[in-house]
Antibody
Framework: VQLVQSGAEVKKAGESLKISCKGS?????????IAWVRQMPGKGLEWMGI????????RYSPSFQGQVTISADTSTTTAYLQWSSLKVSDTATYYC????????????WGQGTMVTVSS | QSVLTQPPSVSGAPGQRVTISCTGS?????????VHWYQKLPGTAPRLLID???SRPSGVPDRFSGSKSGASASLAITGLQAEDEADYYC???????????FGGGTKLTVL
């Protein structure tokens, strides 16, 4: 069972970006949610939102609603996090993580994707 | 300002016992939602240590344990080892925010 994330990205402010998280070793479409978690440099973990790939039910943290879009493609067992217009303040490492239900523990984590946004 | 409050740092000597607190409110821990704990080493992904049912995933030593009382929870680490030096985060659900919340994290230093 693993979540494998896409590689590091270096972008400029205003550009768009979509990073990915591919699940394997378990049934991606049912029984589990995929969350995205941000860690800015030197800071703690922040929950951004979560998606149930089976029906694309998606919930966002109020802090990230409207700032990012979470999606999933069941045919490729991949979840995505995307920005339409990056800001310098989006510079962070982004993790995907799996949970059985929204309130339950994140038992499997991706390795993280470092996103660097310059002006 | 995190919804769940953790001490910024704790420390202990090898072999000692340390605890890390996680204080919430009636809309999260106090409302009966489970608290989960993670260990994070620099440059690596967080690792689940203890879930809300106080279960440890395979490979997590029984030196780690969790407890909860009212609107607070604690992670206890006994027989402290140098390899335990890391950041620790608590996690729960908040009904007011309708979403997941993390504590601000606690840096454990092994003296």
């Amino acid at each position: 069972v693993q979540l494998v994330q896409s590689g590091a990205e270096v972008k400029k402010a205003g550009e768009s970006l979509k990073i990915s998280c591919k699940g394997s070793g378990y049934t991606f479409t049912t029984n589990y949610w995929i969350a995205w978690v941000r860690q800015m440099p030197g800071k703690g973990l922040e929950w951004m939102g979560i998606i149930y790939p089976g029906d694309s039910d998606t919930r966002y943290s109020p802090s990230f609603q409207g700032q990012v879009t979470i999606s999933a493609d069941t045919s490729t067992t991949t979840a995505y996090l995307q920005w339409s217009s990056l800001k310098v303040s989006d510079t962070a490492t982004y993790y995907c993580a799996r949970s059985a239900h929204i309130p339950t523990a994140f038992d499997i984590w991706g390795q993280g994707t470092m996103v660097t946004v310059s002006s | 300002q995190s919804v769940l409050t953790q001490p910024p740092s704790v420390s202990g000597a090898p072999g000692q016992r340390v605890t890390i607190s996680c204080t919430g409110s009636s809309s999260n821990i106090g409302g009966g939602y489970d608290v989960h704990w993670y260990q994070k080493l620099p440059g690596t992904a967080p690792r689940l240590l203890i879930d809300g049912k106080n279960s440890r995933p395979s490979g997590v030593p029984d030196r780690f344990s969790g407890s909860k009382s009212g609107a607070s929870a604690s992670l206890a680490i006994t027989g402290l080892q140098a390899e335990d030096e890391a950041d620790y985060y608590c996690h729960s659900f908040d009904s007011s925010l309708s979403g997941v919340v993390f504590g601000g994290g606690t840096k454990l230093t092994v003296l």
